[in-house]
């Protein structure tokens, strides 16, 4: 998602603070989405000007550019959070 939304927005992305904000029960999960580190196998549907463009290649593996990855927050407590601050909100208002 990160990809095609830097993608679309082309230059004006560097203008923007974009954020992603994913959640997953598992922390399995939301440990590989942190890490960015994927197997060619994995990526076989990414075309390899993006695998050139956005990863890059170590150790028999892709990890996701650290700028792809800084615009992705991922946890698994994401839902707790929002209702947090649902909440504070409400209670401010």
């Known amino acids: 998602m990160a990809i095609c939304l830097q993608e679309a927005l082309s230059n004006d992305a560097a203008l923007l603070k974009l954020q992603i904000f994913a959640t997953d029960i598992s922390e399995k999960a939301i440990a590989k989405a942190r890490s960015g580190i994927y197997t ?3 990526l076989e549907n990414v075309s390899a000007a993006r695998l050139q463009q956005y990863f890059t290649k170590t150790d028999g593996s892709y990890q996701v550019n650290k700028s792809i990855r800084e615009i992705c927050v991922s946890l698994t407590s994401f839902l707790i959070i929002l209702l947090v601050m649902a ?3 409400q209670l401010t208002v």
Do not use: A, T
């Open 40 to 42: 060619k196998n994995e």
């Open 87 to 89: 909440l504070s909100f």
